[in-house]
């Protein structure tokens, strides 16, 4: 099994867009209500990458998120951010400027997941407090998180079709 690391290297900007997206839905899976917009530009961004959408519309989607992004809280924000990062303006991009930003999403969700399984756990105050001192339990949240994401990205890495 490749680590995260070697993938962003091995991997096609296909297969770096399709584990964003993979990341943003399981962290998304942690909300009882995910924000609409989040849902919705993950769904475009499927739909693009398989074609079935142009990237003006892509680009309206993300626009649409974008302007919504700072009146949401904290934790959503972090998925949020993973969304984002998923749907850069690829065409323009260079495959290291996607690796770049596939990485900041995949951290993104992790970060998000481990705050928000800590907060579960304990009331908001103490899980800002833990996120902020690196407590044990965020980290091993966050850790897990980067585990499911290894594992899918092996799996998007095997797959012939992508």
């Known amino acids: 099994m490749f680590s995260i690391e070697e993938l962003l290297l091995r991997s096609s900007s296909r297969q770096l867009h399709h584990f964003a997206c993979g990341c943003a ?7 009882d209500n995910p924000p609409e917009q989040c849902t919705h530009l993950l769904s475009c961004k499927r739909q693009w990458l398989e074609g079935l959408l142009p990237t003006s519309t892509l680009k309206s989607a993300y626009w649409e998120l974008h302007h919504r992004y700072e009146r949401m809280d904290s934790a959503k924000l972090c998925v949020t951010s993973c969304l984002r990062a998923s749907s850069w303006e690829v065409e323009e991009d260079s495959l290291e ?17 481990g705050f928000h399984l800590a907060r579960q756990h304990r009331s908001a105050a103490e899980s800002s407090k833990a996120l902020m001192n690196s407590d044990p339990d965020v980290k091993e949240y ?8 290894t594992t899918y990205f092996n799996e998007l890495f095997a797959d012939d079709s992508l």
């Open 25 to 31: 839905e399981h962290a998304l899976g942690y909300l």
């Open 97 to 113: 400027e996607v690796r770049y930003r596939m990485q900041d999403a995949a951290r993104c969700a992790a970060a998000f997941v």
């Open 142 to 149: 966050r850790a897990l998180e980067v585990q499911w994401q």
